[in-house]
C-alpha cells in the first residue's frame, strides 16, 4: 500500500484519497518573471515521477500545477526590459515549457494563471472579511488576521506568540499585527490593477492558490506539493485562508521536495553559483540531468556540482549499455523485479531503492544478452517499461551513447572514419597503427567495444 510522508503530520502513513480511485493534486508552480532554475527543474522532475508512478498503479490522478503570472517581480522586471507584464510572462511561460519538454516533464492536467481567477480571489477574500478573518486597511490593503486563526502554524510548527515576539515592528502601519498578511494590494500608478471593492488593485501572492486550487479541485483535496522554501509562509497561509473561508480541512498530504545545493552550499546569485535549467542544459545532456535529479529521494537536498552530473552519466550510461543492440520484445518475463520496484516506490516514492532494483536488472539482462537473446528481449522490455515510469530510458541506446557532435569535439564522422582506419590496420596485422587509433579516440573520451559483430563506441562522460 502506497505510504506517504505528510510534511503536516511529520510521518508516513498509509495514503487514502477522498475519493477511492482517484488523486486531487495542487503543485505551487513558477512566478514567471525569469527562467526557471535548476531548483525549479527539481520540484518539476520529482512530481512528474510521483504522478506517472501513480498513474501506473492505476490511479486517476487529477494534476494541477499553478502559474503566478503577477506579482512585484514580475511588474519591476517587465518596466526593467520596457515590456509589459503580459508580454514576460507569456515569454517566459514559454520558456519555461521548453525546459520541461526537454526534461521529459508531462504538462499537468490543469495549469492555472492567477490572472484568468481575479473574480475567484476577490470573492475568496470578501468571505475573509464577511467572517472576520481579513480587513480593508487605510492604505487600500486587504489584510488577514493571523492571530483570529486558532491552528495557524500547525504545518511548520510555529509559535504566534513566538512569531509575535520576533517580528519586525512596522512604523505607521496599516497592519492591526504585524504578523498579518496581504490579500489583496491596492496599485500604484501605472500598475496592472483590477477593479475590486476595495480599490483598483492586486491580488497577494499566498491567495492566489487557495483561490485556484478551490477552483479546480474543491475546497478540500488530497495532496498539496512545493518547494522546500514554501512551508512557511506561503502554505502555512493557504491553510488559514482556506480553512477560515470554507470551514473544512483544506488538504490531507503535504509534500515538499527538497533543496538543490551547488557544491554543497545553498544557491544564490550573490554566490554566483545560479544556474538556469538552459545553463545546464548546454553543458549536460537532457535525461542525465533528469536521472541526476531523480536518483534522489525527492525529500532529500541534491549537492549540484560537476562531479554528481559525471556520476550520473556514468550510471545511466551503464542502462543504455545493457539496451544497446537488444531486440526488444513484447512481454516482461516472469520474476520479481516489478514487485520490488513497486514496493520501493510505495515506500514514499523511493527512488533511490527503485533505481537500485533496475540495476540489478540490467545486471540479469547482461547476463541474459550473453546466453539467451529472447530472454534478453523480455528483460530489456521490462527495463525500458520500468524506466518509462521515472521518465528513463526512451531513447535510442545508440544515439544517448554517442551523444551530440559538439564544437571542439570530434564528430561522429570523423570517429566513424577512424574506426575503419583502425578496423584496416587490423586486418593489415598492423596492430601498432590499430592500438595508436584506439588511444586517439580514448583521449578524445571516446571508448570503443569490439565484438565479433563489429565495433560500435560511446563517448565517455
Not at 499553478?66 to 503580459?86: L, S
Not at 523485479?337 to 510505495?346: C, I, L, T, Y
Request: overall charge negative.
Amino acid at each position: 500500500m502506497l505510504q506517504i510522508y505528510n510534511t503536516l503530520s511529520k510521518e508516513k502513513a498509509p495514503f487514502v484519497p477522498l475519493e477511492e480511485g482517484k488523486i486531487k493534486m495542487y503543485v505551487c508552480g513558477i512566478t514567471v518573471y525569469d527562467l526557471c532554475h535548476i531548483g525549479h527543474a527539481r520540484v518539476m522532475v520529482a512530481f512528474d515521477v510521483i504522478t506517472r508512478y501513480m498513474r501506473s498503479q492505476g490511479w486517476d490522478v487529477e494534476y494541477v500545477r499553478n502559474i503566478t503570472d503577477v506579482d512585484d517581480k514580475i511588474i519591476k522586471r517587465a518596466a526593467e526590459n520596457g515590456e509589459t507584464p503580459d508580454s514576460l510572462t507569456n515569454r517566459m511561460i514559454a520558456a519555461m515549457h521548453e525546459d520541461e519538454t526537454k526534461l521529459s516533464v508531462l504538462r499537468p492536467d490543469q495549469e492555472p494563471r492567477a490572472t484568468a481567477h481575479i473574480d475567484d480571489i476577490i470573492e475568496l477574500v470578501a468571505t475573509l472579511i464577511e467572517k472576520g478573518f481579513a480587513y480593508p486597511a487605510a492604505n487600500g490593503d486587504v489584510y488577514y488576521r493571523v492571530e483570529k486563526f486558532a491552528d495557524y502554524g500547525k504545518l511548520t510548527n510555529k509559535n504566534v506568540d513566538e512569531l509575535r515576539s520576533g517580528a519586525r515592528v512596522e512604523v505607521e502601519t496599516a497592519k492591526e499585527s504585524p504578523l498579518d498578511f496581504v490579500l489583496w494590494k491596492s496599485a500604484k500608478e501605472g500598475e496592472v490593477s483590477w477593479e475590486s471593492p476595495w480599490g483598483n488593485g492586486r491580488p497577494g501572492w499566498h491567495i492566489e492558490c487557495s483561490a485556484m486550487s478551490k477552483c479546480c479541485l474543491g475546497a478540500t483535496f488530497d495532496i498539496h506539493g512545493g518547494g522546500p522554501d514554501l512551508p512557511f509562509p506561503h502554505h502555512e497561509n493557504e491553510i488559514a485562508q482556506s480553512e477560515a473561508a470554507n470551514g473544512c480541512t483544506y488538504v490531507n498530504t503535504w509534500m515538499h521536495a527538497g533543496p538543490v545545493r551547488v557544491n554543497s552550499e545553498k544557491m544564490s546569485k550573490s554566490l554566483g553559483n545560479f544556474f538556469t535549467i538552459r545553463d545546464v542544459l548546454e553543458k549536460y545532456n537532457a535525461e542525465v540531468v533528469r536521472f541526476f535529479l531523480a536518483r534522489v529521494h525527492y525529500r532529500t537536498y541534491i549537492d549540484y556540482s560537476e562531479d554528481t552530473l559525471k556520476e550520473a552519466r556514468v550510471m545511466l550510461e551503464r542502462f543504455y549499455q545493457a539496451l544497446r543492440g537488444v531486440e526488444l520484445a513484447d512481454v516482461a518475463p516472469e520474476n520479481d523485479f516489478n514487485d520490488r520496484f513497486n514496493a520501493a516506490m510505495d515506500d514514499d516514492f523511493n527512488t533511490p531503492k527503485a533505481i537500485s532494483v533496475l540495476f540489478e536488472l540490467v545486471n540479469e539482462l547482461n547476463k541474459a544478452s550473453r546466453e539467451n537473446s529472447e530472454q534478453a528481449g523480455q528483460l530489456a522490455y521490462q527495463l525500458k517499461s520500468l524506466g518509462d515510469i521515472l521518465g528513463l530510458f526512451q531513447q535510442d541506446p545508440d544515439a544517448f551513447l554517442k551523444g551530440e557532435d559538439k564544437e571542439g569535439e570530434l564528430s561522429s564522422d570523423d570517429i566513424e572514419k577512424l574506426i575503419e582506419q583502425r578496423a584496416d590496420a587490423k586486418k593489415a596485422r598492423d596492430f601498432a597503427e590499430s592500438d595508436r587509433i584506439r588511444d586517439e579516440l580514448a583521449a578524445q573520451s571516446v571508448i570503443l567495444k569490439d565484438s565479433r559483430e563489429g565495433t560500435t563506441w560511446f563517448r565517455e562522460a
